[in-house]
């Protein structure tokens, strides 16, 4: 079984991020989803259910957009308390050691703005050098961010399509760390 964890602050009107869901929700793998925003709107977080939330579960999905270069505001105020000292680091803070970390990020921007000589200078994976450490200092397996890039543009259907077609990325991966 794995958690989703999910982070996207405007979810009821992202077309990419709902039909990412709703295909995870429709496979056949045991799911837990816990959307952050529904879960905390006030950003108070209840630390102990969402550590209950990661014991239960080997594989961890990230799934958020990813916008000004980073993860959203609550996701990375969710890794400064949850991944807290002697839980997730520190010299009793294994409780994470040894689960699988994967980042699944809808793009706004097409995947050739993240090169060398694209708007933003750099591969995607360059930005995400905090989100991989926080993992390897979790003693987390980290996987390389499952990305779509483009959830921008296109039409409505388009985009659901790129979403159900990017859960299947997702359902492929988890079901390849299900058997490692």
Known sequence: MALIILAHPNFDKSLANKAIIEELQNSSLDLEIRNLHRLYPDYKIDVKAEQEALLRHETVVFQCPFYWLNVPALLKLWFDEVFAYQF???????????????????????????????????????????????????????????CLYGSSGGTENEIKSMGREHARKVITCLKALAVA
């Open 88 to 146: 997730a680091y520190g010299s009793q803070g294994d409780k994470l050691k040894g689960k699988n970390f994967v980042p699944s990020f809808t793009v706004g921007a097409g995947e050739e703005q993240y090169l060398i000589t694209g708007k933003h200078h750099r591969r995607i994976y360059e930005f995400c050098k905090n989100i991989e450490q926080t993992a390897y200092y979790a003693q987390m397996n980290y996987t390389d961010p499952i």
